[in-house]
Every structure is written in structure tokens, then in C-alpha cells.
């Protein structure tokens, strides 16, 4: 595999674990909820992978050309829409992940299609815990 392609697995498995951290420790410490905060942990490990050292040494933070956040990015109105961001940022980097990974692993493709749809489904239950709670 190419340096380019390790960079993309790389800045995809980054995103995917930091929205899963940001959503699981909004539930763990403000909605207390202990059986997502679980769920979410258990997905976030299960995003490790076998050539993290390999990725690092092609990591090239200096020279990606959309480093500066944009506009959007930087303003949130409320908690939910953090909520959202993140959930929404996790689900497409693991459906990155999933299409990329095909290349050279289907189990791996799988267990990315795995932990997309495991947020999707965790999303909804996102939704009508913060409905509840407003």
C-alpha cells in the first residue's frame, strides 16, 4: 500500500475514534448513561489496528491542504449539535474506512461496515434521549 493510501486509513481512523470519544463521554459524564457510554467505548477499541507504526511514520499533518478549520466547524449552538457532528463524523469515516479497506482485507471492511452501522443505530437513541431531556 501507498503512502498516500496509509495517510488516508490514518487521518479516517482518527476522526472515527475522536467523534466516538466526543459522543461517548458527552453520554458518560452529562447524560450518565452508562450502557452507551459502553457501547461506545467497545467501538472505539474496535477501530485499533494492527499497523498503527506503520501509519504513524506516514502520517504528514504539515502537508494536508484542508488542516484550517472552516467556518462551520468552528461554531456549535448547543450540546445536541455536538452530539450530531460527531456522530455524523464518525459514521463517514468508518464508511471510508469500509470501502478503502476492501482493498486488502474484507474482514476489516466488515468490521468497519460493522461499527457504521452499530452508530447509526445509536444515533437514534441519541435522539430521543435529548429530546427527553429538554
Known sequence: MNKNHLRLIDANLNRLREGIRVVEDIFR?????????????ELRHLSRTKNYYELLENRDVANDVLRNSIR?????????????????????????????????SIEDSENFKYIRYELY???IVLTKITSNSK
Open 121 to 123: 443505530n445509536l444515533e
Open 72 to 104: 462551520s466547524e468552528q461554531n456549535r449552538e448547543d450540546l445536541n449539535s455536538i452530539l450530531i457532528a460527531n456522530f455524523k463524523r464518525a459514521q463517514e469515516s468508518s464508511r471510508v474506512l469500509e470501502e478503502l479497506t476492501k482493498l486488502f
Open 29 to 41: 459524564y452529562i447524560y450518565n448513561n452508562k450502557e452507551i457510554s459502553i457501547k461506545l467505548k
